[in-house]
């Protein structure tokens, strides 16, 4: 009995078609798809090796032991194996996938100033899958995503090397390949996700306020992560991480261009679509209600002029057409100005955003007097009671309001804007 099992552990560990449990590829070793070998992360959790759809080869990594097979990577996504003939192995100081002709059609390109130690390709136990040698990461699958964020994986830039990690759709649901939408971040004083269809942009993710994206308010609800937002010198990057192991989670674009948090539970045994944006086309899409205009659901028509403003074309706004927005009815003085607060609101772009994180409220509102060009202000952080002066100083544009959600924005009005007004049944107007 001990011989045969002392036999049997031997073909597992040594027997290259059966070494499918191990996570690491050497220079002498090689995945492909007749040998049928895949790599698994520590934990079980992600798998790594060749899939075929739509007639086609891929490598890619999946879920392991989910009921439902879902994709999380894709290295070839637009360069497929036509037929069942493919390679993945160490070639040189690159990982490269090879087809039936020994052809590459994925490599990691890299070059290498020290060549002296080997280089062994590692699935890592978040889904990380990476190349090293003695020095650390030469390469890293987290830096180059398809489709998805996982936990630890980063979206937004690396300031050091100017890589600008992003994400881009599938073009079907069979069709890996790259598609139609993509979710990248733009660099500014305050930065900020967009969804884009092509060359138009979608759907904006509001500024970062500590918390949250003031745009997805719902993805500060799951007790069972922590989020991070991280600017500074070195990079400009959001990622979250998962305090239950047991709970998967990650951030998707799909092919028809929704931007969603998915979770799988183990009582469940199915991906919920816990939010998704946009979901509701009457505010959530892209400067919808025009400059100096807000979305609110909870209005009829949903867009709204900000106080102090009047549509700026009377008969599109009565058309239900909103993009010209709102223009000021009285004209700023620079002196003797004011403002009105609008509270849970999703913040203006910030294109012409200028922010100082060392100054409060007073001071901001201060600072914001004293620019003619400021049109607005708000914390920069809600967090400990709000923290941080952000300023506008052009146009407002892409504002939103939320029952409960967002935050406090200051809009500056002229005084006599600033005055309630009522109509001739006793309604408070603007």
């Given at each position: 009995?001990?011989?045969?099992?002392?036999?049997?552990?031997?073909?597992?560990?040594?027997?290259?078609?059966l070494?499918?449990y191990?996570?690491?590829l050497?220079?002498?070793?090689s995945?492909?798809?007749?040998?049928?070998?895949?790599?698994?992360?520590?934990?079980?959790?992600?798998?790594?090796?060749?899939?075929r759809t739509n007639?086609?080869?891929?490598?890619?990594?999946?879920?392991?032991?989910?009921?439902?097979?879902?994709?999380?990577?894709?290295?070839?996504?637009?360069?497929?194996?036509?037929?069942?003939?493919g390679?993945l192995?160490?070639?040189?100081?690159?990982l490269?996938v090879?087809?039936?002709?020994?052809?590459?059609?994925?490599?990691?390109?890299?070059t290498?100033?020290?060549?002296?130690?080997?280089?062994?390709?590692?699935?890592?136990?978040?889904g990380?899958?990476v190349?090293?040698?003695?020095?650390?990461?030469?390469?890293?699958?987290?830096?180059?995503?398809?489709?998805?964020?996982?936990?630890?994986?980063?979206?937004?830039?690396?300031?050091?090397?100017?890589?600008?990690?992003?994400?881009?759709?599938?073009?079907?649901?069979?069709?890996?390949?790259s598609g139609?939408?993509?979710?990248?971040?733009?660099?500014?004083?305050?930065?900020?996700?967009?969804?884009?269809?092509?060359?138009?942009?979608?759907?904006?993710?509001?500024?970062?306020n500590g918390?949250?994206?003031?745009?997805?308010?719902?993805?500060?609800?799951?007790?069972?992560?922590?989020?991070?937002?991280?600017?500074?010198?070195?990079?400009?990057?959001?990622?979250?991480?998962?305090?239950?192991?047991?709970?998967?989670?990650?951030?998707?674009?799909?092919?028809?261009?929704?931007?969603?948090?998915?979770?799988?539970?183990?009582?469940?045994?199915?991906?919920?679509?816990?939010?998704?944006?946009?979901?509701?086309?009457e505010?959530?899409?892209?400067?919808?209600?025009?400059?100096?205009?807000?979305?609110?659901?909870?209005?009829?028509?949903?867009?709204?002029c900000?106080?102090?403003?009047?549509?700026?074309?009377?008969?599109?706004?009565?058309?239900?057409?909103?993009?010209?927005?709102?223009?000021?009815?009285?004209?700023?003085?620079?002196?003797?100005d004011?403002?009105t607060?609008?509270?849970?609101?999703?913040?203006p772009?910030?294109?012409?955003?200028?922010?100082?994180?060392?100054?409060?409220?007073?001071?901001?509102?201060k600072?914001?007097?004293?620019?003619?060009?400021?049109?607005?202000?708000?914390?920069?952080?809600?967090?400990?009671?709000?923290?941080?002066?952000?300023?506008?100083?052009?146009?407002?544009?892409d504002?939103?309001?939320y029952?409960?959600?967002?935050?406090?924005?200051?809009?500056?009005?002229?005084?006599a804007?600033?005055?309630?007004?009522?109509?001739?049944?006793?309604?408070?107007?603007?």
């Open positions: 009995t001990f011989s045969f099992l002392l036999v049997f552990v031997v073909m597992i560990l040594f027997h290259p078609a070494s499918m191990f996570n690491t050497s220079s002498t070793e995945l492909s798809i007749s040998n049928n070998r895949t790599l698994l992360s520590p934990g079980n959790v992600f798998e790594l090796g060749f899939f007639s086609r080869w891929y490598l890619g990594m999946w879920y392991k032991e989910l009921s439902e097979k879902t994709y999380v990577w894709v290295a070839n996504r637009d360069n497929p194996l036509a037929n069942a003939i390679t192995k160490i070639s040189g100081n690159n490269v090879l087809d039936h002709s020994n052809k590459s059609v994925w490599s990691t390109n890299l290498r100033e020290n060549e002296r130690s080997p280089v062994v390709a590692e699935l890592l136990a978040n990380n899958f190349m090293r040698d003695s020095s650390g990461f030469l390469w890293q699958s987290f830096d180059y995503p398809t489709d998805t964020l996982l936990p630890e994986m980063k979206l937004g830039y690396d300031l050091k090397t100017g890589l600008n990690r992003f994400l881009i759709s599938w073009r079907s649901l069979d069709d890996p390949s139609n939408f993509s979710y990248s971040l733009e660099k500014r004083e305050l930065p900020e996700f967009y969804l884009y269809k092509g060359d138009f942009r979608v759907h904006r993710s509001g500024p970062w918390i949250a994206f003031s745009g997805i308010p719902e993805d500060q609800q799951l007790s069972y992560m922590v989020y991070n937002f991280t600017e500074n010198r070195d990079e400009a990057a959001y990622t979250f991480r998962m305090t239950n192991s047991s709970i998967y989670s990650k951030l998707t674009i799909n092919s028809e261009g929704r931007f969603q948090r998915l979770t799988w539970t183990p009582s469940s045994g199915a991906w919920n679509v816990f939010w998704s944006s946009p979901v509701n086309p505010c959530d899409l892209y400067m919808i209600c025009g400059p100096y205009a807000y979305c609110d659901l909870n209005t009829s028509p949903s867009c709204n900000i106080q102090g403003f009047n549509p700026g074309d009377v008969q599109q706004w009565d058309l239900r057409d909103w993009t010209s927005g709102c223009i000021r009815r009285t004209r700023l003085r620079c002196s003797g004011g403002f607060r609008m509270k849970n609101m999703k913040l772009e910030t294109t012409m955003a200028i922010v100082d994180r060392s100054i409060g409220m007073k001071e901001c509102k600072r914001c007097l004293s620019d003619c060009n400021c049109t607005a202000f708000a914390n920069a952080d809600v967090r400990n009671g709000g923290t941080g002066c952000a300023i506008w100083t052009a146009q407002l544009d504002v939103r309001n029952g409960a959600d967002g935050q406090d924005l200051y809009v500056r009005l002229a005084a804007d600033l005055v309630k007004r009522r109509n001739a049944n006793g309604k408070i107007i603007s």
